[in-house]
């Protein structure tokens, strides 16, 4: 079974930076790799940032340029690392692992196919 584990959260001040982590057990083969999500109270999760299984990543627009993942394969850890935190109200970051692969869908567009970590806050002030 797939086990994810995220760390690295807290409390930053706007402008400031933080890198989570997502510590991996068992073994994910799909060529959509693996991905972070963010929630907040009241707000649907999204997709923040993904790295497929060949390396390709994906950002979403409004964290491009801040936000960067990266992943040891050797230590089947994913990482993001976030610059210049914006004032917003606390969320919960997951990592995620889609188990399907690719040929069969769009990856991360079936919750059906997707393992979650328990999350991460962050929480970013004035």
């Known amino acids: 079974q797939v086990q994810l584990v995220e760390s690295g959260g807290g409390s930053v001040q706007a402008g400031g930076s933080l890198q989570l982590s997502c510590a991996a057990s068992?073994?994910?083969?799909?060529?959509?790799?693996m991905a972070w999500y963010r929630q907040a109270p009241g707000k649907e999760r999204e997709l923040v940032s993904s790295?497929?299984?060949?390396?390709?990543?994906t950002y979403a627009e409004s964290v491009k340029g801040r936000f960067t993942i990266f992943q040891d394969n050797a230590n089947k850890t994913l990482y993001l690392h976030i610059t210049n935190l914006k004032t917003e109200a606390p969320a919960l970051y997951y990592c995620?692992?889609?188990?399907?692969?690719?040929?069969?869908?769009?990856?991360?567009?079936?919750?059906?196919?997707?393992?979650w970590g328990q999350g991460t806050q962050v929480t970013v002030s004035s």
């Open positions: 790295i497929r299984g060949d390396g390709t990543t």
């Open positions: 068992g073994y994910i083969f799909s060529s959509c790799g």
């Open positions: 995620a692992a889609d188990l399907l692969p690719e040929a069969v869908h769009r990856c991360y567009s079936d919750p059906a196919a997707l393992v």
